[in-house]
């Protein structure tokens, strides 16, 4: 794992941002994973901008997003389906029947789960997961106590997420209490992990996704397993990190970010 302190979130998802169009030009077909949350919207932000002002090209690429809730249309505000089409896809140009998300109204939801798991293992894996984290620890709607294996399937969402999410929903009644999420152990399968976290209320749980022990209790830590994953924070999010200036010193030095500082 390598962690990457940038001076406030603007800079943390520019940077982002930088990677994903600088994977995106590598493999014009690259299948990219992709996240949902507020985090998120700055990057999606900066990734339109490059394909309008610097002809970023979508058109051959696929994506795969990680998580999508039970129960809503996709025309509802608060779908994940509807979050991507705003931010992100209608703005660029991917082809829509390259853009895939679980199917929360699905009959049977557990059919929808092995047909999404077949759908990523037929276009060859993801080669770029973006990811957030949310105040539970979790990636996708990993939340506590899920299999570090795990694959995707309807999960029960904690009340600490309910909560984070209740504002979108005008009420953590409103919001669904279940969701369809990739496993923990389909998004450690990606080529390469990118998690952005930005603000001090993500301070707490970055130090231990980043820094605690492996445990299914933060599913976030599970990318510490992983072979080649870059956490991006904000000054307020690394506050808790014991280990800031060895990080800093990685990112200033290595040949690898040359092109990045
Ligand atoms: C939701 C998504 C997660 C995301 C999280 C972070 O829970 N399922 O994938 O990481 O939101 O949200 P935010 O960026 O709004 O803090």
Redesign the pocket.
Known sequence: MEVIIQPNAEAASSLTARIVARELKANPHLVLGL??????ERVYLKLVRMHREEHLDFSLCRTFN??EYVGLFPSDPNS?RHYMDEHFFRHVNVDPRNTHLPNGLAEDLEEECTRYEDAIRRFGGIDLQV?????AG????NEPLSALRSRTRVKALTPT?LK??APLFGGEDKVPRR?I?MGVGTIIEAERCLLLATGS??AEVIALAVEGPITSMVTASALQLHPRCTVIVDEEAAASLKEKEYYRWIFENEPEWQGYR
């Open positions: 996240a949902t949350g507020t985090t998120m990680l998580d994940y990811l957030g984290i949310g105040k979790h990636i996708g709607f997420t984070q999410n969701a999420t209320s993500k």
